[in-house]
């Protein structure tokens, strides 16, 4: 087992690591867990207190620095300087392994250099100087100098800190290339739950200098176990979508009739607008369900596939009752969710203001005559509008009664 620290120092012990070829392998947790000192070590940049490290089934430490250079590539966050140097001498910097005592890039290299800059989308920045460069547009080059190592092994240490969402992707595209086509084994460290869900075959959980636990995404990231790597408090993981969500602590004074992914819109804006939500009929196979769950609101449900049944219908009968507004998410009506119609009307009936996302149009052809007692919104920055109006109005009128 390894050992893994500065000096005699031990920062992380009974270590049991594996990445087979091909494989892309995430470490994932709090800062100061020891993800980095585990990657330094993985990289031979510090020697294990104990056991030891093996690259392709030899020891790390029996390679020299040339042998070790072309089966071994490590990006860290450290910050690199190297003023008046442009972004493909950087890059060409990678393929000293494979040239001459001058230093002397063959074709082959210079074709390399290209092919790792074109990888990462960073052809355009090879004439220009690194110092110049933005965060993003410096961690591009590093991980294309990388590459033109041709590494049997690629360690990386938050790679894709600093990039957008666009440049994020392309990056975790390109590991998953070659992964699967060039067979390159890569262990790198992630803050993104998503990403590491949707590009690792397994996953290490690392907290309190401890690994908590190994295996697939699918099977280890739970929305259990990221609140007990993250500490999580008020923030939901939801393992089925693969997002997290803040959860609404506000009590319920609005009650959204959804269904279909009509209401998770609504859901994030309300939410975010700090008013208190409720929800319902739901089908416990809906899009709306698992957003509304994961964002700690209080749901009326219904079986999947099943129709709504005359109890359930009576318990969200009984929240509208408590609640002030009620919104329509213009959910499609069918067979098994067709009570919803009768909720809205029943809310109607009960005085309640409703607010709906359909057209009038639409609305009539559900509700006849009542459709006109609903209030409209076209779009969604309208219902903010018209909720805060109609509480102040609610307000004014229980301020005079008060007086009286």
């Not at 392994?97 to 052809?123: C, F, I």
């Not at 591009?140 to 590459?147: E, F, I, Q, S």
Request: charged share 25%.
């Amino acid at each position: 087992k390894l050992a893994v620290g500065y000096g005699s120092r031990i920062i992380m012990d009974q270590i049991d690591l594996q990445a087979l070829k091909g494989q892309i392998v995430g470490l994932l947790g709090p800062n100061g867990s020891g993800k980095t000192t585990l990657l330094k070590t993985l990289g031979g940049l510090l020697a294990p207190i104990k056991g030891v490290v093996y690259l392709c089934g030899k020891d790390l430490t029996c390679y020299n620095s040339t042998e070790l250079s072309k089966n071994l590539a490590v990006l860290l966050t450290e910050r690199v300087s190297a003023p008046l140097t442009t972004a493909f001498e950087i890059v060409a910097m990678g393929r000293y392994p494979y040239t001459d005592y001058a230093d002397r890039l063959t074709p082959k290299d210079t074709a390399k250099v290209w092919e790792s800059l074109e990888l990462v989308n960073g052809r355009g920045l090879a004439e220009k100087y690194f110092s110049e460069l933005s965060d993003g547009e410096k961690q591009k080059v590093l991980l294309a100098r990388a590459l033109t190592q041709e590494p049997e092994l690629l360690i990386l240490d938050e790679p894709t800190s600093f990039l957008d969402l666009r440049h994020r992707y392309e990056i975790i595209e390109v590991f998953t290339r070659l992964a699967h086509e060039k067979k390159t084994t890569i262990i790198l460290s992630l803050h993104d739950i998503e990403l590491a869900a949707r590009c690792c075959d397994s996953v290490f959980l690392l907290k309190d200098n401890q690994i908590l636990g190994y295996g697939s995404p699918e099977q280890l990231l739970t929305g259990e176990s990221i609140r007990k790597l993250y500490d999580f408090q008020g923030v939901n993981y939801n393992e089925l979508l693969g997002v997290t969500e803040l959860q609404n602590p506000q009590p319920p004074t609005i009650f959204v009739v959804g269904g279909n992914g009509s209401a998770v819109k609504l859901f994030r804006l309300l939410s975010r607008s700090h008013y208190g939500i409720c929800s319902g009929i739901i089908h416990e196979n809906d899009l709306d369900y698992q957003v509304g769950k994961s964002l700690g609101i209080e749901i009326v449900t219904a079986k999947a596939f099943e129709m709504i049944d005359e109890a359930t219908f009576q318990k969200a009968v009984a929240k509208i009752l408590q609640i002030h507004e009620v919104i329509d998410a213009g959910y499609p009506v069918g067979m098994t969710n067709h009570k919803n119609l009768d909720l809205i009307k029943k809310a109607l009936g009960m005085g309640k203001v409703v607010i709906s996302v359909r057209t009038p149009e639409e609305s009539r052809k559900l509700f006849g005559n009542m459709a006109d007692k609903i209030l409209y919104c076209r779009e969604f920055s309208e219902l903010l509008t018209i909720l805060s109006r109609e509480r102040e109005a609610k307000a004014i009128v229980m301020n005079k009664r008060n007086l009286c």
